[in-house]
């Protein structure tokens, strides 16, 4: 039997999302450089509240992240989802570095919120809607992560961390009314439609948005690729230890 | 299904453990609740009697956790989850079995802790039993639903223990406040505020879906 | 001629990123014993799981079960017994309570009945009313038989029946198995026992890190031919290579 060991398919192509990730990473980079700059200029020229004092600019900061923490997990579940239904591991990459980079935003949102709440109502914490509801956004992420971290076997975390995610997912409304019937709606500035906000507002806000989104884009484009390049040395190295004759796994 | 269930039942009929350690728990909640916050008519008593429904959901969420965590240690003791899994047909129903059980175990420590409580704070819970009874069995169904899947779940994790509250917590917020604001109002006003009620059955409904869809994928291997 | 069995074509099994199984194509005819031997780690608890249904192969075609129900997991779990190395039983059901529920859960119609029927014919009325825990691994092993045969499966599959058995009781496991062997059904069974399988075996598969050879009869019915395969697969095992897909 002289024939050469079958070689796997550890040579993968690169995945499409990945290639995808991959060539985002550099004009991502760049675009958020440019929102960062005008984002920046417009917040500094911006006027000051009338009532809130400078504090108020918090606003071009603690909204955008809001945006981009809750369109991280509801990617994270998206990732998780579609992990099941088609077990491309993929997919399960996606999920964790939605996961990873909306964590960020969710602390930076909650490290923005008593900031500004301090600011403007005195106290550094307040029970209300928003900030309750992303205090447990923030706590769901982290029991994400920690499942993922404490469980053995990529395959099995993977499976597990989605099924914690779409429950996550599914519990946001839910808690969002849960929090509104225990009386939270009290404090939190209303609503900032395009009417509300002061003259002068509406720009820095819109650059804020964008840029977070933006900021959101480029590492998550970022840590996918980590991710791939990862499984994919993971792959090379137990193809190479197999073939040299050790076990590749343990019963 | 419902073999999963007499089995759960029967195993629990013989050890005790489950429902001996959720009950005792109850019971030290009740007592530690009566020293930490006197309600009687003195000073700060009417606040106390105020926070008595949460301090109760909080007794009970935590006993339902103690319980969880035991669910599904029974089943790895020679593989036994393996040998469930084997049976053909849709493994939702496995996860119903042990659901129910664990419902049932729940609702008989609601009982026992309900009773303790209104004993320790001289609440007259009988005119309002049924409605009562009612809220419990909704809020257990919430606790023991999603409970159940996270319970597969983190039986396969390490630091088994601690994992499934860390899971559970965040997800049960709004069974807890659902339960909490049902049972306050029940209480102070004599009838069961309708969104409480509302919320309460939504998050039931929408936790048995995807408990039982999820569950075949914390089976799988 | 009956449809085969089990019938694989490019079974595959990764963890992460380790391979447990290469792809491997196989075809057990109905009534066929096929012993899987290798080493520790080689890979035969993989594949007899995925044949049971309880896990997911990552790539490949896998039809078990000769009514053409094999393509559905859910079904497929129907014709098939397993015996784990692990026994399965609840150790605080008595081993008659476990075989009723296992009736229940495969939908047996008169579980209870089957239960004793199933009791006597294993010769284990004297202890059904024993708790499985405190059963010896003997007698554990023939309540976990009855256990995977309460719903009368076509295919059996054992993994590592023989180890931790006294010479007494391997001797009668196999006995049982060439018993039910002779009465018709598929067997693949895992074991280290060369012996044993040079026996029993219809054919073999050689599993080693992954790897797999498919034994013909002549060489599974000797001992010695058996040992001399074994040796050199366990030295070079990429060079294993029969039915394994290119």
Known sequence: MSTPPPTLSTEAPEDG?????????????????????????????APEDAVQGIVQKILYVHPPCAFAAYLGFFLTALGGAVYLARRDPAWDRFAISAAEVGVLFCALLLATGPIWGKGTWGRWWTWDLRLTLSLLLFLVYVAYLLLRSFTEGDERTARFAAVYGIAGLAVIPLNYFAIDLAGGRALHPENLGGDSLGEGMGWPFLAGVVTCLVAFGHLFARRLEVAGLRDRRAREAAEAAAAAGEPAWDT | ?????????????????????????????????????????????????????????????????????????????????SGLALAPGERGWIYLGKAAASLVLLVAVQALAALAFALAFDLDLVPVLLPFSGIALLGALGLASIGTLFSAVAVRTSYREVMLPLLLLPLLVPVLLGAVRATHGLLAEGTVPADALRLLAVTDAVFLIVSFLGFEYVLDE | MSPPAIVARGLEKRFGAAVALRPLDLEVAAGELVVVLGPNGAGKTTLLRMLAGL?????????????????????????????????????????????????????????????????AEAELE??????????????????????????????????????????????????????????????????????????????????????????????????????ERYRNGLASPPRLAVGVRP
């Open chain 2, 1 to 81: 299904m419902w073999a999963v269930l007499w089995k759960d039942l029967l195993i629990e009929w013989r050890s005790r453990d489950r429902v001996l350690a959720m009950g005792v728990f109850a019971l030290l909640v009740v007592v530690i609740f009566h020293f930490a916050a006197p309600a009687g008519p003195a000073a700060g008593g009417e606040a106390t009697r105020e926070h008595l429904p949460g301090l109760l959901w909080v007794a009970y969420v935590f006993a339902a956790i103690l319980g969880l965590n035991r669910a599904f240690a029974l089943e790895l003791e020679n593989e036994a989850l």
């Open chain 1, 17 to 45: 999302l990945e290639r995808l990730a991959r060539r985002a990473v550099a004009p991502t980079g760049w675009l958020l450089l440019a929102c960062a700059i005008v984002w920046g200029l417009l917040v500094v020229q």
């Open chain 3, 126 to 227: 004297a202890c059904a009313s024993q708790r499985a825990g405190a059963l010896s691994r003997g007698l554990a092993q023939r309540v976990a038989i009855a256990r995977a045969l309460v719903h009368d499966p076509p295919i059996l599959l054992l993994d590592e029946p023989f180890s931790g058995l006294d010479p007494r009781a391997a001797e009668a496991l196999e006995a049982r198995l060439a018993g039910l062997h002779r009465a018709g059904r598929t067997i693949v069974a895992s074991t280290h026992d060369l012996e044993r399988a040079a026996s029993l075996a219809d054919r073999a598969l050689l599993l080693v890190r992954g790897f797999a050879a498919l034994l013909p009869r002549e060489v599974a019915r000797s001992r010695a031919a058996l040992e």
């Open chain 3, 55 to 119: 896990s997911r192969p990552s790539a490949g075609h896998l039809e078990v079960g000769a009514d053409g129900s094999g393509g559905d997991r859910r079904a497929r779990r129907r014709g098939v017994g397993l015996v784990a190395h692990a026994s399965l039983l609840y150790p605080a059901l008595t081993a008659r309570e476990n075989l009723v529920l296992a009736g229940r859960l495969f939908g047996v119609p008169d579980a209870e009945g089957r239960a004793d029927a199933l009791l």
